[in-house]
């Protein structure tokens, strides 16, 4: 059984900071790529940032500069540090991992970020 535990989210003042993590647990092989998405009420799920195996980077235009997403392969971990915190970035928070042996797409459960005064 695969299963992606995302944790550190929670409630921050605009400006503020946190870092989510995701740990990728059971028989998973061959991870391509892992990353974060978002989905805010009302509105469709959306890339924040990826990872993949060899280092490639990719970010969303709303996040680059302020998010940084980090991995340790060896561990099936991946890390999205979040500063600068916008209203605009409040969402549900989901990891995300691709096996590209098996072509399998895996989601965590999410993790709630509001960011609000």
């Known amino acids: 059984q695969v299963q992606l535990v995302e944790s550190g989210g929670g409630l921050v003042q605009p400006g503020g900071s946190l870092r989510l993590s995701c740990v990728v647990s059971?028989?998973?092989?061959?991870?391509?790529?892992m990353g974060w998405f978002r989905q805010a009420p009302g509105k469709q799920r959306e890339l924040v940032a990826r990872?993949?195996?060899?280092?490639?980077?990719t970010y969303a235009g709303s996040v680059k500069g302020r998010f940084t997403i980090s991995r340790d392969s060896a561990k099936y971990t991946v890390y999205l540090q979040m500063n600068s915190l916008k209203p605009e970035d409040t969402a549900v928070y989901y990891c995300?991992?691709?096996?590209?042996?098996?072509?399998?797409?895996?989601w965590g459960q999410g993790t709630q970020v509001t960011v609000s005064s």
């Open positions: 990872i993949t195996d060899d280092g490639w980077t």
């Open positions: 059971g028989s998973i092989f061959s991870v391509y790529r």
């Open positions: 995300h991992a691709y096996s590209a042996l098996t072509r399998t797409d895996y």
